[in-house]
């Protein structure tokens, strides 16, 4: 059985992570998807967050666990590329969920230019430019308009202001390192902020082990759970034999 390690998006918390956890645990599987920093219920004040932080506080929560972990991260997933940088052998896999998969020395920011304008448009600075959030409309029409919605009405109230300092660090990745992770990508062809353009120029820069397609918008978490948690089992299963190929003979 796997391990699986979730990492949230921007604005998000654990929480967003709700109905693939009960799924996967039903199968068998190991689930943990912790609150980052300024994330979800996490109380740091999020204008201190920096990018090292956020990397930090996924290797603090998988080097204890006995066995490598499935890294799942949404959106900011800069963030998992470095973890699988600095601990390698710790991370059995990289799922990508309509995510930034970015080379070495980029940043989250340099993506801006891909982002759908509307979604650019939704953003709220906060008066010293450390923090930003979306605004509510701009979560309903943009981020969540294919979900239930009942769980739309629910979860916007929880998105919280984002940490801007993490989006212009760069990033530090290797071949030796990073790139011997296998790593996998889940697109979301109707998502509006991370739109499909940019996610296939992405995943074609630094191909991945298998690529797959959901009709789903910026959140599939919530609007094709059974679809995602068939992907990530999936995944699992072919992690799990080529975990066994990989045994002394």
């Known amino acids: 059985m796997a391990h699986f390690m979730f990492l949230h ?35 740091t004040p999020p204008e201190s967050v920096t990018f090292e932080d956020y990397v930090r506080a996924l290797i603090e929560r998988i080097q204890p ?13 800069s963030i998992i590329s470095q973890v699988a940088e600095r601990i390698p052998s710790r991370v059995r896999a990289l799922v990508y969920v309509a995510g930034l998969l970015l080379p070495d020395g980029s940043t989250m920011l340099d993506t801006v230019n891909g982002l759908d304008p509307e979604y650019l448009a939704q953003i709220v600075w906060s008066l010293d430019g450390k923090t930003a959030r979306i605004s509510s ?4 029409k943009l981020f969540f308009q294919l979900c239930p919605p009942s769980i739309r009405d629910e979860v916007i109230p929880w998105l ?7 989006f212009q ?18 697109e979301c062809i109707h998502d509006r902020i991370l739109p499909i ?5 992405m995943y074609s820069a630094l191909p991945c082990k298998r690529v797959y397609s959901l009709n789903a918008d910026h959140a599939p978490f919530f609007s094709a759970p059974s679809e995602l948690c068939s992907i990530l089992l999936s995944i699992a299963d072919e992690e799990s034999e080529a975990a066994i190929h990989d045994l002394p003979q």
């Not at 604005?11 to 979800?40: F, N, Q, V």
């Not at 666990?65 to 997933?77: M, N, Q």
């Not at 919280?160 to 993490?166: D, G, I, L, N, S």
Request: one cysteine or more; hydrophobic letters at 30%.
């Open 197 to 201: 353009a940019l996610q296939r120029k």
């Open 65 to 77: 666990l006995p066995e490598p972990v499935i890294l799942v991260g949404h959106s900011r997933t």
């Open 137 to 140: 409309e701009g979560a309903a």
């Open 169 to 186: 660090e760069r990033l530090q990745i290797t071949d030796d390192n990073f790139g011997r992770v296998p790593r996998y990508y889940v």
């Open 9 to 43: 998006s921007s604005y998000t918390g654990a929480w967003c992570w709700r109905d693939i956890l009960p799924r996967l645990e039903s199968k068998g599987h190991t689930c943990i998807a912790p609150d980052m920093p300024a994330g979800g219920k996490d109380p």
């Open 160 to 166: 919280r202001p984002e940490p801007v300092a993490p």
